[in-house]
């Protein structure tokens, strides 16, 4: 399953309403619905019970909802583990573009020229 796919799933199942779930993630309702469906023809089973009045999970569901958020958390430990440390060496802007000109100073070409 794909990163995105659980979490729509682990979302919608905490939730238990579509609309909430694709409002917190900020996509569509439209694409979590999909998703959703996706997932359930590539498990083979229906993870929500579409006959009943309100959004329910099926026992399929429930249980794979335990494996989906043990492999949400198993990927964030692991991006926790390969970020890098904090800290390191400071680096010095060298600054862009031409250094601002000092009073008196005359470095334009072009300049005064000198007689004779």
Known sequence: MDHTQLRLFVAS??????????????????????????????????????????????????????????????SAKAAAKSAPAPGGKAKASKGKGRAPAVKGERKKPGGKRTGR
């Open 13 to 74: 199942a905490r939730h238990l309403h579509f609309a909430h779930a694709s409002r917190e993630l900020g996509v569509s309702r439209a694409s979590v619905v999909a998703a959703i469906r996706v997932m359930e023809q590539q498990l083979g089973y229906p993870l929500f019970d579409s006959s009943a009045s309100s959004t329910t999970l099926t026992p399929e569901g429930e249980a794979y909802l335990v494996d989906a958020q043990r492999q949400l958390d198993a």
